[in-house]
């Protein structure tokens, strides 16, 4: 199949694009930074919020992989105004499954960041097109890079009422491959990791990996988001779920999925996984949705 992925220099999308072309795909990029086209990976040029080169990007292909976000900075930028332009394109390509990926608590906790997400949705699920609407729980790669953004600190600030529930990204990428291969599920599927931890034991088990020694400052984040994540609204018992934990993410046996994108395909610098965290554009298209940094209370 012809794949179109948005957000294909993303965190996730730079998982999936050399997934699909491993499952014999050819797979068309979208970004808005030019790139050179390679083997099976077609790089285009578009701009969701614009629209400009959008239908282009859709023309002969038979599924969209829509990874683009806002993140938190972006109000939902692309992921309102750029899905519409993207589904109306999609529409007129005559484009037979749209998969779309969200994230869990989107329909549980509509409030910032996944207020988006589910409008989102909303609109995938009504676009007229064979759809598929995967939720995810936080990739065990953007904590990673939320907490290298708070070791510069003396303490590491700690919520341990929170939950969380990281699945990896070579395992999400594995699973909207096979979503794609069964054709549009026309509902929500969610997925995530194979724990649930609470900040504390995830900071410091980070901390161990990197060789650090901090300490742990007990503190209650503010918030209706973090509010409902303490109620378990971020979390899910979906089955099947992943299988890699975060320690064996932090500390990977040598068969662990490789983060990297194919040499060949090598994310752009402008994407958010190599981003540090004071970067003032981090709603670039495929970035990490939502993280907030937590103020004392």
Do not use: N
């Not at 080169?53 to 939902?76: E, I, P, Q, Y």
């Not at 990926?101 to 906790?109: E, F, H, I, Y």
């Not at 995938?124 to 904590?143: D, N, Y």
């Amino acid at each position: 199949m012809r794949i179109l992925v948005t957000g294909a220099t993303g965190t996730l999308g730079g998982a999936l694009v050399p997934a699909l072309v491993r499952a014999g795909h050819q797979v068309r990029a979208l970004s808005r930074t030019r790139h050179e086209s390679r083997g099976k990976v077609e790089w285009v040029w578009g701009d969701l919020i614009s629209g400009k080169g959008v239908h282009d990007a859709v023309s002969g292909v038979d599924v969209v992989a829509h990874l683009a976000t806002s993140g938190r900075r972006g109000r939902g930028a692309v992921d309102l105004p750029g899905t519409r332009a993207l589904i109306h394109a999609a529409r007129e390509a005559g484009v037979g499954h749209l998969l779309y990926t969200s994230m869990v608590g989107a329909d549980r906790a509509p409030t910032g960041y996944l207020r988006y997400k589910r409008e989102a949705e909303h609109l995938v699920g009504e676009s007229g097109l064979g759809w598929t609407v995967l939720r995810a729980t936080p990739f065990h790669q953007w904590l990673h890079q939320r907490l290298r953004g708070l070791q510069s600190l003396p303490v590491l600030p700690v919520d341990p009422s929170l939950p969380w529930q990281p699945v990896h990204t070579g395992e999400v990428a594995a699973l909207v491959t096979q979503l794609i291969a069964a054709g549009p599920a026309g509902r929500e599927i969610e997925f995530g990791g194979p724990q649930v931890l609470d900040t504390r034991e995830l900071a410091r088990s980070w901390l161990i990996a990197r060789g650090l020694r901090r300490a742990c400052l007990p503190v209650r984040f503010p918030g209706r988001l973090y509010a409902a994540q303490r109620a378990g609204d971020l979390t899910t018992d979906a089955t099947p779920t992943g299988h890699i934990t975060w320690l064996e993410y932090l500390l990977p046996p040598p068969s662990m999925p490789s983060d990297d994108f194919a040499t060949e395909h090598t994310a752009s610098p402008t994407s958010p996984a190599s981003q540090p965290e004071q970067d003032p554009d981090l709603h670039v298209y495929g970035g990490d949705e939502g993280y907030q940094r937590p103020t004392r209370t």
